[in-house]
């Protein structure tokens, strides 16, 4: 199953964590714009004496939605909620199970890294929490965290970025 940018998946369990972000609706073209938006935040925590409590990340909520953009939030998690302002929205990165994976390489290559690890889900059984309506695709918690230090490795092609999914609690447990 392990293909050459994803390392094995597995199910992991997470606890509920704060975090400061930019809300985004944007089209693919738009990804420079995106990733400048992470040193933004990291400018905005610096002014509001907070700091980063891990690595930067993308959430999506919606993929691809029928215009073809991304409702998404560009965000970094912090030790405590903080209050946020006009641009900047706070939120938690939801507790629960999750099926992760690191993809490892150029992030070109990642959209090949997010199949594999949701299709394991589903050859596990397992019930990744996003629907449908119409034709936007909603995630509940779907994130990319950027684990490479970009300021310190240069080469995309030496980067490390975990995928995480979130799974529908078990309600009957």
Known sequence: MVQKYISEPFVEER???PYVGISVLAGSSE???INRLVGELFDWLKVNNSKPAGAPFFRYWCMADSNGNYKMEVGVPVKRMVTGDHHVVVGYIPGGS???ALHKGHPD???KSLIALEEWAVQE???IDKRWEGRDEIWNGRFE???TDADRQTDLNNW???IAFLL???DAA
């Open 98 to 100: 999750y099926a992760t």
């Open 125 to 127: 059984g397992l019930d």
């Open 145 to 147: 965290f950027y684990v």
């Open 160 to 162: 490390a970025i975990e």
């Open 31 to 33: 990804w420079e714009a």
């Open 15 to 17: 606890t509920e964590q």
């Open 168 to 170: 529908v609690r078990d």
């Open 109 to 111: 290559h990642l959209e």
